[in-house]
């Protein structure tokens, strides 16, 4: 049952009043919902006593007292209570954007829920999608926010291995992480040649595993191949393997001495172009050839997910175009550069942009091929180590800096985002219902 109010309602003093959660709603005869805001309210102030103002003091100080105070956990606790203020004034938002509403229907003469059974009532019949999702964007703000947060203000600290908590106190220095690595020679070099090293890789791996993956596709699905499915089983093979096992098989692979490629592989090659002449290639000791070789090794491992993927997307593809090509006279090329090539990339494009963002940070395979070595760059990265692998080099080795991870961690997200936004505009990735 609803109420019809004959009094006309003030919208901005009822969204003003929100300030204080439920006074809005009460001043629009709201009782119910009101008095359950105010409830809401003063666990908010009760947090912000008890906890809040603690853990923000806690975060601008990062303590006193050594040994007595965590300079670290004073830092976690500040970054939760940021998210926690956050969370709150969204809520006073909404709020004061409902009694503002709710006192614009009640001017025009419309009816609203008044009691607490009509509230529950309208919840349930117009909320009910929020109530399911805002758990959903609470956990996420928790669990992917939250370490962001904390990340980022840890790379504005000076937390290494001459600063460690609880002992040593952390400092807040400001932007001084980040000039360092442009500034200290050792840790210029290190990141010039990391971050460049890291651009080759992911454009080297990812393009090669994408041109592999389509082209078996294209190839596998022509009317003249027989035994498809026996090709299909085969191509999945590298998919079927876990790839930690992979790559540390392509480790024994390729070493220098005792390794096939050497021993078996470049021999055959050399049998058969006998103008050849590979010798012993230094495939793990030389920075160039472990390169070339963790390149070859990506293609393997990645080409069979594109293969699929655009196997399904060929077999979409309307056969009626190809025939009206073939009656225009196009040749093969033309057929693949105007038909299959646009249909491709209409569909997965966004995947093949994840492709070079999951290189970028590909882990796995620079530390367990070759540990990011042979040799070293200097600022504890190795000539094959790309962001990632260093960041993990810089936390876990002897003289640890955990800022300067967190600083190179910064600057990682900021190029993968950067180019994904772009890269995802260029393609439309985010227009997919108007196509």
Same mark, same amino acid.
């Given at each position: ?73 004073? /830092?976690?606790?500040?970054?939760? !209570? #940021? $998210? %926690?203020? @956050?969370?709150? *004034? +969204? &809520? ?110 992911? /454009?080297?791996?990812?393009?090669? !595993? #994408? $041109? %592999?993956? @389509?082209?078996? *596709? +294209? &190839? ?118 105007? $038909? ?96």
């Amino acid at each position: 049952m609803t109420h019809e109010h004959s009094q006309k309602q003030n919208p901005r003093l009822a969204m003003w009043l929100s300030l204080v959660l439920g006074l809005g709603q009460l001043y629009n005869k709201q009782r119910a919902k009101g008095f359950i805001l105010l409830a809401v309210f003063l666990l908010e102030v009760i947090e912000i006593i008890t906890f809040g103002i603690p853990a923000i003091a806690g975060l601008i100080t990062l303590g006193d007292t050594p040994v007595v105070d965590h300079s670290l956990f004073l /830092l976690i606790k500040g970054s939760m !209570q #940021i $998210i %926690i203020f @956050v969370v709150m *004034a +969204i &809520i006073h938002i909404v709020c004061m954007k409902d009694a503002k509403d709710t006192a614009n229907l009640i001017n025009q003469g419309f009816s609203v829920p008044m009691t607490a059974k009509e509230t529950f009532q309208g919840i349930y019949e117009n909320g009910f999608p929020y109530l399911l999702t805002i758990p959903a964007y609470l956990a996420m703000a928790f669990a992917i926010v939250f370490p962001v947060l904390v990340t980022l203000f840890i790379a504005f600290t000076n937390y290494d291995f001459r600063h460690v908590p609880p002992q040593k106190l952390l400092d807040w220095v400001g932007v001084r992480n980040f000039l360092n690595i442009v500034q200290l020679s050792t840790f210029r070099t290190a990141f010039g040649s990391v971050l460049s090293w890291t651009f080759i890789w992911t /454009l080297c791996a990812s393009t090669l !595993q #994408i $041109i %592999i993956g @389509v082209a078996t *596709a +294209i &190839i596998a699905n022509q009317p003249f191949i027989k035994f498809k499915r026996v090709f299909g089983v085969i191509f999945l093979l590298p998919w079927a393997v876990p790839a930690f096992i992979s790559i540390m098989s392509f480790g024994n692979f390729f070493n220098d001495s005792i390794g096939a490629m050497n021993v078996q592989v470049l021999p055959f090659i050399e049998k058969i172009l006998p103008f050849l002449d590979f010798g012993i290639v230094p495939w793990k000791t030389d920075p160039t050839f472990t390169k070339i070789a963790l390149v070859m090794v990506q293609g393997w491992l990645g080409f069979p997910y594109i293969y699929i993927l655009v196997s399904g997307i060929l077999q979409s593809i309307p056969s009626d175009l190809y025939e009206a090509a073939v009656i225009d006279g196009a040749t093969a090329w033309q057929k693949f550069w105007k $038909i299959t090539l646009p249909m491709i990339l209409a569909v997965a494009a966004p995947t093949f942009i994840s492709q070079y963002t999951f290189n970028f940070n590909n882990f796995s395979i620079i530390y367990l091929f070759n540990n990011g070595g042979p040799g070293s760059v200097g600022g504890g990265a190795g000539s094959t180590d790309i962001l990632i692998s260093w960041i993990y080099k810089l936390t876990t080795q002897t003289s640890p800096q955990y800022s300067m991870a967190s600083a190179v961690t910064l600057i990682i997200s900021l190029i993968v985002i950067s180019v994904s936004l772009v890269t995802f505009k260029k393609f439309n990735a985010f227009n997919m219902e108007d196509r």
